[in-house]
């Protein structure tokens, strides 16, 4: 039989971000609207437009001499990325492996009511970050590890944190039972996935229909299952799988979507590599959009579609403190974000495979993608707001910690703006958690290149909540004290006073601005 030939592969172009108006940003969305909110959408994507590509966007026009090498040099590499291809995901892997987590994540809650969620996905993690920082298992799953040990640091400090839930002074033998159990079910989970990653080819796009439906407040992605097998009763087909996201972020990720898309190769899962067609361009981008919540709900402990539980070490920043610090220290890119939380359309982000079409320039822990080598070739000022994970911030510690040294020695201007829960008084704190966060904490602010360090109090100050593209509402206020640090090869602020001000007024929590709001639209 004869083999079709492979198309040649070509590059979409590029349209300006400053070029477009009101009319090409929406025939660039194409969403489909019921007439009476026409009007509101246009003003959406007016915001968006005007928003996500500002000028203190990597990607706009520069003006002085500096500015344009800086751009040159980043769109150089932008070249280079672009000749990488980007693999369709693999929704049914998604989904089984989101099916995995969620089991982990009711076996141990449900053997220690009192533990919280963010407990399994700090163990989650860490697993993940001794892993990387061993460098074994690099073609494993991109959320489990290769392989669950007790002896861990990860499930050490897992065991403490169940001991402290138990409340008994005697608990530590039944705390290492349960963490015994939980790594023997998720070894069982990661050689599972591996069998399938081995045999299953994946999703094609004509073997995968997603229905889209748009209502007032969110859009609902509906994957079609009905030629799956039902394991319960063979005679009845399998419902399909329903995801839903707000409508500002399904919005967000469309326009990010279409900016990064240009020049990109899409790849099927069965490696056929060439130029997707522009009527498939909408579908790929909803399956990348199914993909990223099945993975970031994954990542999170597996519940977060179901009930909104977990998914706290996703939180970030007010808009009003990006804004702050772009305009006070040249801030233009987040070290650690995702397509549902980001400010600038240029951060760094844990999945590259999903992320990348979205404006990711890569993992910060990985030394060869193009963040590090963007960070290492330009230097700047970037944001670094990481997980509350310790040892994922342990590592993040040591890596900045490098990365300035490395700098100082060029004689090259880096710095980071390091957000992160005060630990100063850890040592006297009964809290696990605090106590395992001392460490990098410390190395922080006792590091020769701390400039500043602010703490801001408990309940003055707040964050966008880490579900916010699944909940109507976006604002929380923090519970604890928090550390704003400045690492630099040296001093940026000329007014430290008036610097901290600025951004305890930047800071500032919206929770109850909202809450009031919303009583009032609520009202009768």
């Avoid at 602010?454 to 923090?478: M, N, V, W």
Wanted: glycine share 4%; proline share 3%.
């Amino acid at each position: 039989m004869n083999s079709k030939k492979r198309q040649s592969t070509k590059h979409v172009t590029k349209s300006k971000p400053e070029k477009r108006n009101k009319k090409t940003l929406r025939n660039l969305c194409h969403i489909t609207v019921p007439y009476e909110e026409e009007h509101e959408l246009d003003e959406c994507l007016n915001e968006l437009g005007n928003v996500m590509y500002k000028d203190n966007d990597v990607n706009t026009k520069p003006t002085s001499c500096d500015e344009k090498k800086l751009f040159n040099n980043h769109n150089n590499d932008r070249k280079e990325q672009t000749k990488l291809p980007i693999v369709v995901p693999n929704l049914k892997l998604e989904m089984i492996r989101h099916t995995e987590v969620y089991k982990l994540s009711s076996f141990l809650l449900e053997r220690v009511p009192n533990l919280r969620m963010p407990a399994f996905e700090r163990w989650i993690m860490d697993s993940k970050m001794e892993e990387k920082s061993r460098k074994v298992g690099s073609d494993s799953d991109p959320i489990l590890s290769f392989s669950y040990v007790q002896t861990s640091m990860a499930c050490q400090n897992l065991i403490e944190e169940i001991r402290e839930a138990l409340d008994g002074n005697e608990s530590r033998l039944d705390a290492e039972n349960i963490a015994s159990q939980l790594c023997d079910r998720a070894n069982r989970s990661v050689r599972y996935l591996n069998r399938l990653m081995s045999e299953e080819k994946g999703y094609l796009h004509r073997r995968c229909k997603i229905l889209v439906e748009h209502d007032s407040l969110s859009v609902s992605l509906s994957l079609d299952r009905s030629k799956g097998k039902n394991k319960g009763n063979k005679n009845m087909k399998r419902q399909p799988y329903v995801v839903k996201l707000n409508r500002a972020h399904y919005r967000k990720l469309h326009l990010m979507y279409r900016n990064h898309l240009a020049g990109y190769l899409v790849t099927r899962a069965d490696d056929f590599t060439g130029p997707i067609e522009f009527y498939k361009q909408e579908h790929t981008f909803h399956m990348f959009v199914f993909a990223l919540l099945i993975r970031y709900s994954a990542l999170s402990g597996g519940q977060l579609l179901k009930d909104l539980r977990g998914g706290g070490m996703q939180g970030a920043l007010h808009d009003e403190v990006f804004d702050y610090l772009a305009q006070e220290l040249g801030v233009k890119i987040e070290l650690f974000a995702s397509p549902f939380n980001s400010f600038f359309s240029s951060y760094g982000s844990a999945f590259a495979d999903l992320d990348r079409i979205f404006g990711s320039l890569g993992d910060f822990f990985n030394e060869n993608n193009l963040l590090n080598n963007y960070i290492m070739k330009n230097g700047g000022c970037y944001e670094c707001n990481p997980p509350f994970s310790p040892i994922l911030m342990e590592l993040m510690a040591n890596r900045l910690e490098l990365l300035l040294d490395r700098a100082k020695k060029c004689s090259q201007t880096l710095s980071f703006v390091i957000i992160v829960p005060s630990a100063a008084q850890s040592g006297n704190s009964k809290s696990q958690v605090k106590m395992f966060a001392k460490k990098s904490f410390l190395k922080m602010i006792e590091s020769e290149f701390c400039r500043k360090h602010i703490i801001l109090k408990a309940r003055d100050h707040g964050y966008k909540e880490a579900s916010q593209h699944l909940r109507p509402t976006q604002f929380k206020e923090s519970q604890y004290d928090t550390s704003v640090i400045i690492l630099s090869t040296k001093n940026l602020l000329n007014d430290e006073k008036a610097f901290e001000e600025g951004l305890k007024i930047a800071f500032e929590s919206n929770h109850k601005a909202e809450t009031l709001q919303r009583k009032l639209l609520n009202k009768p």
